[in-house]
């Protein structure tokens, strides 16, 4: 590890190695720090979208998510009880498919992608701990791993460290378009599925849950199961029988797990808040969840981050600036507020239509 760095990312998965990868290829010396030992999981969703899968192309880590044996699906299926709808979905640069690559494997290879790009240091197991200021600007930050405690100086530092960010904290970083959690999700993994043709991302909608359910890797299932948050003292009381019990209580779901078993646990969160965070720091900055977030129901969030961890290096290529930081926030603005907005009003129609009527 070098004393100091054009820049340094608090952060290893998603949106944190994207931007190393963007960065590095530009010609930027990046540090690139990650607290959890690589791979690792981290509870989270992972549906990837045509234009994450894009993004994920020109990271070069495409071909390895494929190789996880997450097979592409081409369609998407809405179910209302047994009734169905299934469409093909739109191409995006040439690429028609949803991936559903579990975290383990997805930001272990974009770890990995990092670790050999010229001009990234990348660090598994190693905190932040705080930022370092002069004159009221952030001029690096310290880290700590086993091997002992670091002060390193850099020119703009990231945070990529999701919704919880230490960095943003640290820096003071204000929020708006704050929305107040919609629906809790829990999901496991089944094996012995089956599936009607075409093989599709499935989701069951009733007027107050959902379940989304799509092939990953090794011929499992991911079932996914969200609730509003109102729900969620009692759910969690027994969360993996009441999972079960709800998932089940979707008849096109049931069908498609009929003969199948759970093998893993049941993982889940509470409801999560929507909002932006300032993004335009005297020498810092945030990407992904950091910097923005919205309920899971829309399944942007992994998509989003590698997008706009590829928008952070292109406004940045011309150097550390704060009118780069300008743009950037723009930019990650104006993508992003259709799915924020489509998150707020599929997460909780109630509030939506309780609004809408309070209008009229």
Known sequence: MRNHYDVIIVGGRCAGSAAAISLGRAGFRVLLVERQKMPSDTISTHVLWPDGLSALRRLGALDRALATGAPPTHHFRLCRGMDTLETPLTPFEGIDYFLCVRRHDLDG????????????????????????????????????????????????????????????KAAGASEDDIVEPGRYWYYGYFSNSSEPEPRALTQSETEIDTVATMLTSNGLRMVIYGAFNEDYALFKQDHRENYLQRVNAHPFIAEMLADAQLDSPVYGFAGVRGYYRDVVGNGWTLVGDAAHQKDPVVARGITDALVGAEELAAHLSGGVAEEALKRYAVQLRERTRTGSRMAKMMARPDRHMSASQAQT
């Open 109 to 168: 290879i974009l770890f990995d992608v990092a670790l050999d790009t010229p001009g990234v240091d990348a660090f598994d197991e190693t905190r932040f701990t705080e930022l370092i200021w002069e004159n009221g600007r952030v001029s690096g930050a310290r880290l700590a791993s086993v091997h002992g405690e670091y002060a390193i100086s850099a020119g703009l530092v990231i945070g990529a460290d999701g919704r919880d960010s230490a960095v943003a």
